[in-house]
């Protein structure tokens, strides 16, 4: 299959269980089926957006609607990259990459989600970095921010993992009430110096400008 007029579907990130990847409409449908299935303990609210509030449907239909919705407002100067995750064959959850004006700036931002049965392996962290290798390996972005919940040890304990270090607190709205934001961020030393997972690149030659950059 040729991915002429969107060459990003032809991008994989390769790591030692995982295979990441923008989705057709297949495995969109795989992935709204697994956000439908569950993301977190419907007591919590981990995002900062309650995407997952509402019927099952609702949810899945939200995320086809949010990828759908990448594509299509993609720029070179503004810009998400939603990965299907997959492991084993099958899709587990998502990884986000994104970034404004990455061609000066050379920062991205993260946010992912994994199914409730695939938490608790590692995944979230190898999945993060496969990302990372793509944004700083592949892209050559010089920084990467990421910020969480102060109640969510889960995405706090991968960023610190991965190397990110603090970067203040910021206020948020959730459900109609405040949450507190831990910033982290994450340069290009840190990640050379804690990285550990292997990871392959796959087609990004074809797209590289569509992330604003020609070469690193």
Do not use: K
């Not at 032809?10 to 409409?25: A, K």
């Not at 910020?147 to 889960?154: E, F, G, I, L």
């Amino acid at each position: 299959m040729t991915n002429r007029y969107w060459p990003l579907y032809g991008l994989r990130v390769r790591t030692p269980r995982l295979e990441l990847r923008l989705p057709g409409v297949e495995l969109l449908d795989e992935m709204a089926s697994v956000a439908a299935g569950g993301v977190h303990e419907p007591d919590r609210m981990p995002f900062s957006e309650a995407w997952t509030d509402g019927r099952p449907e609702n949810v899945g239909r939200a995320v086809v609607q949010h990828v759908a919705g990448t594509v299509a407002a993609w720029s070179s100067r503004d810009w998400t990259l939603t990965l299907a995750v997959l492991h084993e064959g099958r899709v587990v959850g998502r990884q986000d990459l994104m970034a404004r004006d990455f061609g000066v700036r050379r920062e991205v931002s993260t946010g992912s989600w994994l199914g409730l049965p695939y938490q608790g392996r590692g995944i979230g962290t190898e999945m993060r970095a496969g990302a990372l290798h793509l944004a700083f390996a592949g892209l050559g972005a010089r920084y990467a921010v990421s910020q969480a919940m102060t109640d969510n040890p889960r995405s706090l304990g991968v960023s610190r993992r991965l190397g990110y270090t603090d970067d203040g607190l910021a206020t948020g709205a959730v459900r109609g009430g405040p949450v507190t934001l831990r910033r982290l961020r994450l340069d290009r030393e840190q990640w050379e110096r804690h990285r550990t997972t292997e990871v392959a690149l796959e087609g990004l030659d074809g797209c590289r400008a569509d992330f604003g950059v020609e070469r690193t």
